[in-house]
T-cell receptor, first 110, second 114 residues
Framework: TQLLEQSPQFLSIQEGENLTVYCNSS?????LQWYRQEPGEGPVLLVT?????EVKKLKRLTFQFGDARKDSSLHITAAQPGDTGLYLC??????????FGSGTKLNVKP | SAVISQKPSRDICQRGTSLTIQCQVD?????MFWYRQQPGQSLTLIAT?????????ESGFVIDKFPISRPNLTFSTLTVSNLSPEDSSIYLC???????????FGPGTRLLVL
């Protein structure tokens, strides 16, 4: 059983479209991170959210942490082929133990 | 951020042998972790590598199969023992950043067991 469920599992869209990835849990986390991973590489941190209700923007990416700190979403505006990759959310317990979501494979077609 | 290197980057091993993976960080860090990942799938935490004491293993992972060393604050090794094809996976080390909220990952070691 996955502690953090991500949806959708797979997403294939055309360049220029918008998309949202969800990360849900029944557990409360001290913080939550989003990573992107490309084949043959380790995950690369995109953002950390700590406060319930927090919204962070990173260029075309918008991250939101749920009010109860149990869920999060990642919204990409006007997706580009360079956004293609595996997106992973990770929840932290006590700031030093991390559990990863099931992952979302995104493919952006030119 | 921290720069993390892993050796080897990939290996092909025979059933019954062992592989030791090295993880080197460019700065001293308090916490290091070892993960396993099937290609394109999520990460599963194997253990936390503790400096100067035994590693802390997650449920389903035991020291006899995955012995870990952490001799100092910049280096750790993970050994995968008595290899079987089911051990074929990507093994990643990570460290906790100074803000204690985020992890930085090495590039991973791809292991194929024949």
């Amino acid at each position: 059983t996955q502690l953090l469920e991500q949806s959708p599992q797979f997403l294939s869209i055309q360049e220029g479209e918008n998309l949202t990835v969800y990360c849900n849990s029944s557990s409360v986390f001290s913080s939550l991170q989003w990573y992107r991973q490309e084949p043959g590489e380790g995950p690369v941190l995109l953002v950390t959210v700590v406060t319930g209700g927090e919204v962070k923007k990173l260029k075309r990416l918008t991250f939101q942490f749920g009010d109860a700190r149990k869920d999060s979403s990642l919204h990409i505006t006007a997706a580009q082929p360079g956004d293609t990759g595996l997106y992973l959310c990770a929840g932290a317990y006590n700031f030093n133990k991390f559990y990863f979501g099931s992952g979302t494979k995104l493919n952006v077609k030119p | 951020s921290a720069v993390i290197s892993q050796k080897p980057s990939r290996d092909i091993c025979q059933r019954g042998t062992s592989l030791t993976i090295q993880c080197q960080v460019d700065s001293q860090v308090t916490m290091m972790f070892w993960y396993r990942q099937q290609p394109g799938q999520s990460l599963t935490l194997i253990a936390t590598a503790n400096q100067g004491s035994e590693a802390t293993y997650e449920s389903g992972f035991v020291i006899d199969k995955f012995p870990i060393s952490r001799p100092n604050l910049t280096f750790s090794t993970l050994t995968v023992s008595n290899l079987s094809p089911e051990d074929s996976s990507i093994y990643l080390c990570s460290v906790l950043g100074q803000n204690q909220e985020t992890q930085y990952f090495g590039p991973g070691t791809r292991l194929l067991v024949l």
